[in-house]
């Protein structure tokens, strides 16, 4: 599979073309940082004392730099022995998965408990990583390396998917396709005939994944987790057309393609990115997957300008990094997002807008979806290609922020969005009846009524109503309230406002 990432002459391109001058020095780069420590695996003991999710992370950079200059630069020993020192470290782990996930959050175990079975978004993807090294190097790779490849991927992934059920088959966000799709291209790389005994289980779970989304394709969970999520579920779908002879194309359906167009819809500037939810406010999505998507879907998929201006990332999985060469094309790249442009999402209650002079998106939905932010009626307004009011996104991934104590960080609590705060507090964290934005195209007005977010009977109506010109925004806000108390409109920014006048 994936028969033309092994074409020799393809990676000599990559190796003297000019498009692809940005992508080697980002890899030399990223090599020479990552090797500054020897790849090595991560013993039990290790893992527990450090407790810590990314101890992976450098593994990460290892395998993307050495595996994609060992394949640009065939003749380079160093290069080719990095990669096997790699491969080795991880076949030699305890576990492909950080302790973080082995929590009882998650799987109803205690460290003592711990398994090296238990698959995860890092474990599934470790296993998916490693298939696709194998073979791509299949005429490299000595064989005893390629038997371990091949045990150690039973071992973790396959033969533990094969005989236990896991919580993220039936979960309604990026975990069930990160995972279900790792696991999923690991065995149409290593057991085919497992795959098409397991196909209706692995198809179930990608189903519950589009579930997840409503019809018009826009993703709650924030920018970066669709390109986490539906990249791996953009990769599975590509091998399993690949293995099935075209037979079974998820591309073909209407809801898909709607969600593989997401991203343009989220762009404000040509640096700017809606940040709604666990996102991150310098936002980053995986080149290679719109590159992929457009390949795959064609011109209903937008070319987009790059906006950290990099092609690589630090810490990426193989998968985003392989696909950011071999679906590249410079064509892609905008220099800028398309003028006068308006998304209404009535479905996922998000309003995107995006004039020659700003961008703006608003949302509305419910303080209950996945990754959320109590955040109904928030806004985001972009100029200068910065956000200036401002949805910061996710705060750091600290021990709690996932838990029941997790309003009490700043990031995802009401106090970090623009909304009012009413009679000393702000909204609450339960999901009731969604909030819908309705946008009137001809008056360029959008309002929303969303009272029901703070669950409080006294306060009996909060709308907020904004109106768009060419140059400006101009919202109103209106209250209804059974008792007499203070109202404070709260507005986000990074950047330090100059108070001018009285």
Known sequence: MLDF???????????????????????????????????????????????????????????????????????????????????????????????GHYTEHYYGKTPKDFDNGLIDIFASSVGFALCEVKNLFSDRFPQLLKDRISHEVRRHIIDPYCSRKYFWEAHDNNWTAVCTGGVACALMYEAPELFFEHQARIHASMECYLASYKDDGMCVEGTGYWSFGFGFFSAFAMLEREITGGKVDWFARHKVQEIAKNLQKVFLQRDVIVTFSDSSIVQKYHIGLPHMLRHICGDMIEPLPITT??????????????????????????????????????????????????GFATKGGNNGESHNHIDVGSFILASDNKQIICDIGAGPYEDGYHTDRRYTFFNPSAYAHSIPIIDGVGEDDIARDDVIVKYNEESACAKMEFACAYGRDYIKRVEREFAFEESSVTMRDTFALDKECEIKERFISIIEPIKDGA
């Open 5 to 99: 990432a092994k074409d020799k002459k393809f990676w000599e391109n990559v190796r003297v073309s000019e498009d692809f001058a940005q992508h080697r020095a980002e890899l030399f780069a990223l090599y020479e940082s990552a090797f500054k420590q020897r790849p090595r695996a991560h013993s039990a003991k290790e893992i527990l004392e450090n407790n810590d999710r990314f101890l992976w992370r450098l593994q990460f950079d290892h395998l993307q730099s050495s595996a994609l200059l060992s394949l640009i630069y065939p003749e380079n020993e160093q290069y080719y022995n990095d990669l096997i020192d790699t491969v080795w470290a991880y076949l030699d782990d305890y576990t492909w998965a950080p302790l």
């Open 309 to 358: 201006g990099r092609i690589l990332e630090d810490n990426t999985h193989f998968n985003f990094a392989l696909r950011a060469f071999i679906y590249f094309d410079k064509s892609n790249i905008a220099d800028s997002v398309r003028e006068n442009v308006t998304y209404c999402a009535k479905n996922s209650c998000y309003l995107t807008k995006r004039t020659s002079k700003y």
